[in-house]
């Protein structure tokens, strides 16, 4: 991609990511995703229904008054941006590929992590780590994760992640809230380095899909190459226990990324090609805030 054109992408995702932020998420990323303790803000007059267990004492005897202390939740944090970059994300059969699907999402969030003043970091990975780029905050940090994520390409084998974990294991990367951001070809499993970064990370996978990996069309023979390793095969589709195959290997495939996740207690959102994602990821911030106990928006 020509940095013209690479720029002007960046421009136009980041205006439509930021006005999501704004009119939808940023409340949502918010609640969801809470800081983890309360600071002091200030001390105001005691109303009726306020817990007297803030009230401040030393300044109620002053004023001959009751205030109370109004807290404030810690904001900042370190959120992760894992964006797998294997070639196997470089698959779509509708109108993106599940590489783009994941970038958009991925724009949203950095945007949302700026606005809720977060410390956003993000890492380009296959099997191993290849980029890493060290939290900070504020948009102009984050418009550069943006054009990071458009100049990469999915290439390369995915089928191993030890040095994955390893690196979101290591003492240089600080505890986050960690966004995976893959697909169902991620080979995540009951490893002792995928267990450890769920319990050292608040580990959130985001994973994508397409509607051709989930069932084959009846459209007779056709030739398909495997993304990451390049082999070449004709099948006939007009197999109907071909295509029954093909939907049970998909579904135990999918089933076998959902038991790692929560296994380990890690949250999940599915995206797929063939939709918008922000119904999916309004969703998902919903259902979030309520499990932890805090339905405001």
Known sequence: MEVTDLMARAQRLEIRSRYLVRSRY?????????????????VREYSEG???????WNVSARSQSLYVKRMEEERERSVM???DTSASLDFGSVSRTKFNLLVEVAALLALAGSYARDR???????????????PAKGPNHAARLVREMLASRPEGRG????????FLNSAGVPRSLVFLMTDFHCPLSAGAGFASACRK???????????????????GRIRMRDAETGLLRT?????RELRRSYEQNARERRETVLVALRGFGADWVEVSTDGEFEPALRRFFEARTIRRGDRRP
């Open 120 to 134: 956003v970091s993000l890492a380009l990975l296959r099997d191993r780590v290849y980029q890493y780029i060290a």
């Open 26 to 42: 940023a409340g949502l990323y918010r609640a969801a995703f809470r800081g983890q303790g309360v600071e002091f803000a200030e």
């Open 81 to 83: 941006l894992a964006l």
């Open 50 to 56: 306020d817990d007297v267990r803030l009230i401040d």
């Open 159 to 166: 089928d191993s992640a030890d040095q994955v974990w390893s």
């Open 235 to 239: 099948i006939d589709t007009h197999d």
């Open 201 to 219: 990370h608040e580990m959130v996978a985001v994973l994508a899909s397409d509607p051709r990996e989930w069932s084959l069309p009846d459209v």
